[in-house]
């Protein structure tokens, strides 16, 4: 059974940065694109970030680019994404993705795995 663990969220200062890590278990095929999507308390579901299976491309939301850097361990099919400056309105679950396709994506109905999510904390 694949599996994908995030791991790095936590309660930090405006301002202040962080690293999140997914992990990636149970398969037998290098993944397609990877990426983050995140949920605030009260709002839908939204795309964070997105990088293809070599690296080469990604992709991010309005909101958190020049801010925000995702990269991939292509060996491990481990993605990261570095979140710089963090805001408040950066608060939020946030889960990793992947997909069998090496297509990047902004649509959450195109990855087929989720991890069970990180919580990330900004405090103003």
């Known amino acids: 059974q694949v599996q994908l663990v995030e791991s790095g969220g936590g309660l930090v200062q405006a301002g202040d940065s962080l690293r999140l890590s997914c992990a990636a278990s149970?398969?037998?095929?290098?993944?397609?694109?990877m990426g983050w999507f995140r949920r605030a308390p009260g709002r839908d579901r939204e795309f964070v970030a997105t990088i293809s299976r070599g690296g080469s491309t990604a992709d991010y939301a309005n909101s958190v680019k020049g801010r925000f850097t995702i990269s991939r361990d292509t060996a491990s099919d481990t993605v990261y994404l570095q979140m710089n400056s963090l805001k408040p309105e950066d608060t939020a679950v946030y889960y990793c993705?992947?997909?069998?396709?090496?297509?990047?994506?902004?649509?959450?109905?195109?990855?087929?795995?989720w991890g069970q999510g990180t919580q990330v904390t900004v405090s103003s």
């Open positions: 993705v992947a997909r069998s396709i090496d297509d990047t994506t902004n649509s959450e109905w195109a990855y087929d795995y």
């Open positions: 149970g398969r037998t095929f290098s993944f397609g694109a």
